[in-house]
């Protein structure tokens, strides 16, 4: 089971066993020191979060966060994040046959686990266990120290 989403004019996927909810887009308090793909912090139901930029993470022109935006908070490298996504598409099962494995595809995205071949399009499916690299892993926690 996938959670699809977007982002820009891309149609995205995660493993729906890593999200725990959908939230409408909060304002964001700015986190000093983070890594640059992480926006700030957010309050979810008084757990205090860091906010995964995936527009900067794939190199996608910024944008103001708007209240159709939404946060997906799911398990990523160990911790509960905030991801920024545009809109949330909905759930989709998907066989392992419809599956392309990444590094066949775009070898050194260790962050996309693979790509869905559905009906009416691709779908890059992301690996949120891999989707920070051991530096930003390392510069969120001690950011994350100082709040």
Same mark, same amino acid.
């Given at each position: 089971m996938l959670l699809v989403f977007t982002l820009a004019d891309w149609r995205c996927a995660m493993k729906l066993s890593t999200v725990e909810r959908v939230y409408r887009a909060?304002?964001?308090?700015? &986190?000093?020191?983070?890594?640059?793909? !992480?926006?700030?912090?957010?309050?979810?139901?008084?757990? !205090?979060?860091?906010?995964?930029?995936?527009r900067?993470?794939?190199?996608?022109?910024?944008?103001?966060?708007?209240?159709?935006?939404?946060?997906? !908070?799911a398990h990523s490298s160990g911790r509960l994040v905030a991801l920024v996504v545009d809109a949330v598409i909905g759930v989709i099962e998907c066989l392992d046959t419809d599956i392309t494995l990444?590094?066949?595809? !775009?070898?050194?995205?260790?962050?996309?686990e693979g790509v869905a071949r559905l009906k009416d399009g691709m779908i890059l499916i992301h690996d949120?266990?891999?989707? &920070?690299? &051991?530096e930003e892993k390392?510069?969120?926690e001690q950011a994350l120290g100082n709040v």
């Open positions: 909060v304002a964001i308090t700015p &986190l000093p020191d983070a890594p640059d793909i !992480v926006l700030g912090i957010v309050n979810v139901r008084g757990v !205090v979060l860091p906010v995964v930029d995936l900067r993470r794939f190199r996608l022109p910024e944008k103001n966060l708007m209240p159709d935006d939404r946060l997906i !908070v990444a590094n066949a595809i !775009v070898p050194g995205m260790d962050y996309v949120l266990s891999r989707f &920070l690299s &051991l390392a510069a969120l």
